[in-house]
C-alpha cells in the first residue's frame, strides 16, 4: 500500500514538471516575440506575456503542492518567494504583482518619468520587471497567510531593503521601482530540479531539456546589487500620461 501510494505520488510529480516544463518554455518565447506583436496587436503581446508569467507561477505552485509529501525544497526562501507571488495574483492581493508592460499599457505610469529595476542579473539577460510596492503590500498584507518571519525572509531575498534604501539615498522613490521576476523563476526552477532531478520521469522534449540545463547552472546571486533604468517607450511609443 505504501508503495503504491509513494508510486501514485511520484506519477503526480512527474506530470506537474512536465507542465511546469512546458510553462517554462512559452514564456521565453512570449517575451522575445513581445515586440513584433506589439507592433500588430499590442493589447494581444500584453496579454500574451502575462498569461504566460502566470502560467509558469501556477505551474510552479501545483509542482510544490505535488511534491511537498516527498520533498521539502518549497521550504527554501527562492521557492517560497517564487509561491508567493503567484499566491499574491491567485488570491488577489498586492495588486496582484504587475508587470511592468501591464502598467505601462494601462496607464499606471508615466513615460515622462523614470523608473529603475533591481535587476540581479546583467542586462544582456532577459527581465521581467515587477513593481516593488505590489510585493511589498502583499507582503505586509494580513491575509497573505505568510508569518511575519517568513514574509522578512522574502523581503531579504529580494533585497527589498536594501535596494529602497539605495535609491532614497539618490532621491529616487520606492513607487518608481521594480524588481525582475526572470532570476527568481530561474533560481526557483533550479532549487526543484536540483532536489528531485534523478527521480524524476521525462515525459517530454522539454522535461529532458530543463533536467540538463537547471543543473549545468549556477543560481543567479539576489545580492548582486545590479541595477537598470527601464524604458520609456511601449512597442516604440511613450506610454502613460504625460500632462
Known sequence: MVMKVARENMRSINYAY???????????????????????????????LDSAVYHVLSCYHSLADASRDTYDWMEQ???????????????NLGSRVRGFVSMAFRGQIR???????????????????????????????K?????????????DYLQVRETVEHFKSRSIEPS????????????????????????????????????????SIDYIDMASGLYSCLPSTLAGKPYGDSS
Open 111 to 141: 513615460s515622462t518619468q523614470s523608473y529603475w529595476t533591481v535587476a540581479y542579473q546583467p542586462e544582456s539577460q532577459a527581465s521581467l520587471p515587477h513593481y516593488l510596492p505590489d510585493i511589498v503590500e502583499f507582503l505586509e498584507h
Open 77 to 91: 526562501p527562492g521557492a517560497r518567494t517564487l509561491i508567493g507571488i503567484r499566491n499574491a495574483r491567485h488570491h
Open 176 to 215: 518608481r521601482l521594480f524588481f525582475n521576476l526572470m532570476p527568481i523563476i530561474s533560481n526557483g526552477a533550479k532549487i526543484a530540479i536540483d532536489a528531485m532531478g534523478s527521480d524524476l520521469e521525462v515525459l517530454s522534449y522539454d522535461g529532458e531539456v530543463y533536467l540538463d540545463h537547471f543543473p
Open 18 to 48: 512536465d507542465e511546469f516544463c512546458r510553462a517554462l518554455r512559452r514564456l521565453p518565447e512570449a517575451i522575445f516575440g513581445f515586440s513584433n506583436l506589439a507592433m500588430v496587436d499590442l493589447d494581444e503581446a500584453v496579454g500574451n
Open 143 to 155: 491575509e497573505n497567510r505568510l508569518s511575519n518571519k517568513r514574509a522578512s525572509e522574502i523581503l
